[in-house]
C-alpha cells in the first residue's frame, strides 16, 4: 500500500479551515494598517472636511467660521446631530439647490435659520428630512 505523503491532499477540509484563518489574518493586518489617516482626520475636528469642501463650494466670500456658524445654528435649531455626515449631507443639498434654483447657500441658510420651518413640514418626519425639507423650502421662496 502506498501512503500518500501529501497532507493537503489526505486533509482538505483542514486545508481550507487553516486557508481561510490565514486569509482572515491578512485583512486584519492590511485593514488595521489604513486606521491611521481616519484617525488623524478626527483628531482635526469632526466637521473640518465638509465645512472646508462647503468653502470651496459655496458663492460667495466665506470663511469655514462663517459658514461653520451658520450650519451649526441651524442644524441645532432642527435637532440635527453635528456629524461629519450630516454636515457633508447639508451642504450637498445647498449646492444642488443653489444650481437647481439660482439662490446661493448662504442665503438658503439665513432663510432656514429665520424663518424656522421644522415645524411647517409636518408629520413623523425626521430631522435630517426636515433640514432637507426646510433648505427647499427657501430656496423656492428665494427663487
Partial sequence: MKKDKNWIKRHPIWTGIIGLFALGLIIIIFSSGGDNSSTQNQNSGPESSAIEMMEVAFIGDYSQGEIKTLIDATMR????????ENYQRLGSVLVTLRKEKGVS???????????????????????????????SICAVLLA
Fill in 77 to 84: 435649531l432642527n435637532s440635527l446631530p453635528l456629524t461629519e
Fill in 105 to 135: 447657500e448662504m442665503e438658503i441658510l439665513t432663510c432656514m435659520k429665520a424663518a424656522d420651518y421644522r415645524n411647517s413640514v409636518g408629520g413623523n418626519i425626521t430631522p435630517k428630512d426636515a433640514v432637507i425639507e426646510s433648505a
